[in-house]
């Protein structure tokens, strides 16, 4: 049973840990886990996304399931393994596969530890601990290498040591290759023979001399730039910094002069980049909201604001992959459709933008729901690439003589609930969604619809029930029929939104949220 009244572990910082397992269970016990030890937790539910992840987000920890769709845990450890890194990242399994075999594979693929489900949370609690205690001795190295590093960068800079009067009494290596000089060469000049101030006025020798006279304390330590002389005569711009050093029969002066050609250059190239960066994203943000505006026109939300129909879309992103459509035919039947693409942002909107148009037609002709059904699969099927679909729930309500017809492929449970809030009936999804492949009529099943008394259908997207919590916990349908339960009908979808919100707290919802309800009146 897992204890949350031991105290997190005092740790300096908070390491970020990547979890990957396909079940939401395993997920949220180990990210309870986790935000009790205090560290931050990253989330995937198949290897590809594991592997995705750790390379957008670089993880300090990875705790890895075996067992997982698309990718299993084994390749996913050898492909993050194969990913070039300038640090360790330990990779922990955790896996009910506790078989030698499996533990062996697991740590010769490239893992550094094995833990087995289910978990003991002391001893889950002391792994992580002893993990995180090599961490900080990595960083710690990693900012000594750090430190080392800045020290050996300083040498680089020329040092030179003059007098009051100028005359150059001493000078690195580095000095005499960034004025262009031999070693020998420098010593014995006039420094000023190789600075040259851009505006030629001469402020700072004259600088120099107050500061001589003492007048001018502040000088010394300040960082003048200047122009400086190569041997050929080439100027380049230059920055110094003037100390003095601590002698008592004579006053010498460190001058650390540092050559900024390339960094003046890679300063004007970066002006130069980021105004044709704002360009691009000035015209991207124009190109975004036409698109925006066209796809907004093609699904002619003045269809949906009509009496019995109450809808919500809230996207991720700009462009959502949830397209909610409702109209009336000809005949006063009601078209209502609720879909959901793979995927987020403009490419989801464009899969479920090129069935609109069909749904419309479809709409003003009175298709029957079987045909509309095969006509929207099919388009879909020749359009999308491999891989992309879309998740559907299309129904035909004949109000007035209490009848109509459903359709589901992919989305969550359809929902019928009475007046006051209780579950009348739920329907579940038993076809594939929309564009896997070319579809013959008997393959589409429909589901005849009836009711005697008044009620609601609701139907939503999967963003709607896996919307998760601060804590790992999902909305779910426990949520939704709570939210319908405490609300009155003509408020019910406000309520349920208002629901969501109080659940996601200052989160945001991983994936597009879309709901569309739905009078059956009498």
């Known amino acids: ?16 840990v990547l979890i990957a397992d396909d079940t939401q269970a395993n997920r949220a016990l180990l990210r309870a886990y986790l935000v009790r030890l205090g560290f931050e937790t990253l989330m995937a539910e198949d290897g590809e996304q594991a592997l995705e992840l750790f390379e957008r987000e670089r993880p300090d920890i990875v705790l890895m399931d075996l067992m997982m769709p698309k990718m299993d845990g084994f390749e996913s450890i050898e492909r993050i393994r194969m990913l070039r890194s300038d640090r360790w990242v330990p990779i922990v399994i955790v896996s009910a596969m506790d078989a030698e075999y499996d533990i062996t594979r697991g740590l010769e693929a490239g893992a550094d530890d094995f833990m087995t489900k289910p978990l003991s949370y002391q001893m889950f609690a002391a792994k992580m601990r002893n993990l995180s205690r090599a961490l900080e001795f990595q960083v710690s190295r990693e900012e000594s290498q750090r430190r080392e590093a800045a020290i050996a960068d300083a040498v680089i800079d020329g040092i030179i040591t003059f007098d009051a009067g100028f005359c150059v009494v001493d000078a690195n290596r580095a000095a005499a290759t960034i004025f262009g000089r031999s070693e020998g060469e420098l010593p014995g000049s006039d420094l000023r023979n190789h600075l040259r101030e851009p505006s030629g006025e001469g402020s700072w020798e004259r600088h120099f001399r107050a500061c001589v006279e003492g007048r001018d304390p502040d000088f010394i330590g300040s960082l003048q730039e200047l122009m400086g002389r190569r041997a050929d005569g080439r100027m380049f711009p230059c920055e110094i910094c003037v100390t003095e050093l601590p002698l008592a029969e004579e006053r010498l002066f460190i001058a650390v ?104 037609r479809a709409v003003e002709d009175d298709v029957p729901l079987r045909r509309m059904i095969l006509m929207l699969n099919n388009t879909l099927a020749e359009l999308l690439p491999r891989g992309r679909f879309v998740s559907a729930a299309v129904l035909v309500l004949d109000q007035k003589h209490r009848r109509g017809e459903m359709w589901q492929g992919g989305v969550p449970d359809v929902l019928q609930v009475a007046p006051d809030g209780q579950l009348l009936a739920r329907y579940r999804a038993d076809q594939l969604p929309l564009g896997i492949e070319v579809w013959q009529a008997e393959e589409v099943s429909i589901t005849p619809l009836e009711w005697d008394t008044a009620s609601q259908l609701l139907l939503c997207s999967d963003g709607l029930i896996e919307a998760c919590s601060g804590k790992g916990e999902e909305f779910g349908y426990e949520g939704v029929l709570a939210a319908l339960a405490s609300s009155r009908v003509e408020g019910r979808l406000d309520a349920l939104q208002v629901e969501l919100r109080r659940h996601l707290d200052v989160l945001a919802g991983h994936d597009d949220i879309s709901m569309l309800l739905l009078d059956l009146p009498v």
Do not use: C, W
């Open 1 to 16: 049973m897992l204890d949350l009244t031991l105290e997190p572990a005092n740790a300096q910082r908070s390491f970020r």
């Open 257 to 360: 002069v540092r050559d900024i050609s390339e960094r003046k250059r890679v300063g004007r190239q970066l002006t130069e980049n980021a105004a044709r960066l704002q360009q691009y994203h000035d015209e991207a943000e124009a190109e975004a909201e036409l698109a925006k505006d066209i796809m907004e026109r093609h699904i002619r939300r003045d269809a949906l604001e009509q009496s019995g129909v109450q809808q919500a879309v809230i996207p991720t992103q700009r462009f959502s992959g949830d397209i909610v459509l409702a109209a009336r035919s000809r005949s006063g039947k009601l078209y209502a459709m609720l879909a959901d693409a793979t995927g987020h942002g403009l490419a989801a909107a464009m899969s479920g933008l090129a069935i609109v148009n069909d749904f419309y």
